[in-house]
């Protein structure tokens, strides 16, 4: 009873230091035409509402989400209900979920000492992240190398881990992190990274997979971003870079891209959630990946890992013309979806971004198969709007272990077809 009533305090004092979400919900729209659904897109114009939407309205066939802050709820629901739009309530209170994840987490921590004792199963803060990729590094001399390949606009390191047997060899790139609240993308990407190194010399796919390729994964693509989620507003998504004469900060870095820039998808406002950022690469973190990529020049496969949604997508998003080899994309997306839900029956649609949630430029993956990395993919994992942005951490590991099925088959297929 006294550890419960200490964790309830220590609860209640972060909460006091942080953004609280008391009374906010969660709705699912369901948009039954294209009147219905410009009424939903009128909404978002109003922005003394600061409607959150989690999934945005793009066609009258996808569900909408959108995060409603209290004081509103009632003029939302009236005007749904007034417009005959169907909705019901997905959260009933955001921040009741915010505080079992805050009570979970404290449980959940162990004293670390390597990454043996490393909690595969909690959202760490992101000096444990740091040192457990020091440890992994450390453990494993012969395969895995720790790289630092830039720092974010607040000085904080940008890592690389390097899983390799040899030099300068085609490549795979995995990042995670590269919005704030998206805690289950880096914690499924360190999962996957201490499943490489037991599994090599152990599952033969693998060891012959890192004997022929490297693998470079960026846990933490955005740390800024992930520290201020942790510490001051769980809903934060940008970076966290200032710009002189904004009273808003950050840029949605999934934005800032070389990919049809600024274009649809994306905004010019600085205070949007999709800020695309004053010019292509302006955020440091995006720049230090795009730099180290063409530096590099030997990238076959190009994934990031985000949440949520349960889709598996590949280029492009700021155009409707296909890539040279959708069929073989589509063929592989397909294949590694089945593999998925092979584990525990989880259910991913799969195609292209412009196909499953509408135009997105300045994005990851459009970028990097403009760059010649023929497989580029990116993931939303789970769940499909039960908890969002707020996945249980009880689901971390089967979200990796299933995930890490169709990453696996995407890398065992390019490692088969190197050129």
């Known amino acids: 009873m006294k550890t419960s009533w200490i964790l309830l305090n220590i609860v209640l004092v972060a909460a006091h230091r942080q953004v609280t979400y008391i009374g906010d919900q969660v709705l699912r729209i369901s948009a039954s035409s294209q009147k219905q659904l410009n009424l939903v897109k009128s909404l978002e114009q109003l922005q003394h509402l600061k409607l959150d939407f989690w999934r945005e309205p793009v066609r009258s066939s996808v569900p909408i989400d959108v995060r409603v802050p209290a004081k509103h709820v009632g003029t939302i629901k009236t005007f749904l209900k007034s417009n005959n739009i169907a909705h019901?309530?997905?959260?009933?209170n955001l921040q009741s979920l915010l505080d079992e994840e805050r009570i979970s987490s404290l449980i959940s921590e162990l004293r670390q000492n390597g990454t043996y004792s490393f909690n595969y199963r909690s959202y760490h803060p992101l000096s444990k992240i740091y040192k457990w990729m020091k440890d992994l590094a450390k453990e494993n001399p012969q395969l895995v190398r720790r790289m630092r390949i830039g720092r974010s606009s607040q000085g904080r390191a940008i890592h690389v881990l390097k899983f390799s047997t040899g030099h300068r060899r085609p490549a795979i790139w995995i990042d995670a992190g590269i919005h704030g609240r998206e805690w289950i993308a880096p914690a499924v990407a360190i999962w996957m990274a201490k499943k490489i190194t037991t599994d090599y010399g152990n599952d033969p796919s693998i060891t012959s997979l890192l004997n022929k390729m490297d693998i470079f994964m960026v846990i933490m693509a955005n740390p800024d971003g992930y520290v201020f989620s942790k510490t001051k507003d769980r809903m934060w998504r940008k970076t966290m870079s200032k710009r002189p004469g904004s009273r808003c900060f950050g840029v949605d870095p999934n934005r800032n891209f070389d990919a049809n820039f600024g274009g649809k998808g994306s905004s010019r406002v600085p205070c949007s959630e999709s800020y695309c950022g004053p010019h292509v690469h302006s955020e440091p973190e995006i720049?230090?990946?795009?730099?180290f990529i063409k530096k590099h020049g030997r990238f076959i496969v190009f994934l990031t890992l985000h949440n949520y949604s349960q889709r598996l997508m590949y280029p492009y998003g700021y155009t409707r013309e296909t890539p040279e080899n959708v069929e073989e994309l589509d063929m592989l997306a397909h294949e590694a979806?089945?593999?998925?839900?092979?584990?525990?029956?989880?259910?991913?649609?799969?195609g292209s971004i412009v196909q499953i949630i509408n135009e997105s430029s300045g994005n990851?993956?459009?970028?990097?198969?403009?760059?010649?990395?023929?497989?580029s993919y990116a993931f939303e994992l789970r769940d499909e709007g039960q908890y969002g942005f707020i996945l249980p951490r009880s689901q971390i590991v089967p979200t990796a272990e299933e995930t890490w099925l169709a990453v696996k088959k995407i890398m065992e297929h390019a490692c088969n077809h190197l050129p």
């Open 88 to 92: 019901s309530v997905m959260i009933e």
């Open 287 to 291: 720049k230090a990946i795009v730099d």
């Open 337 to 350: 979806t089945e593999a998925l839900t092979s584990l525990y029956g989880t259910r991913y649609s799969y």
């Open 364 to 375: 990851s993956i459009d970028w990097s198969y403009k760059q010649g990395v023929k497989y």
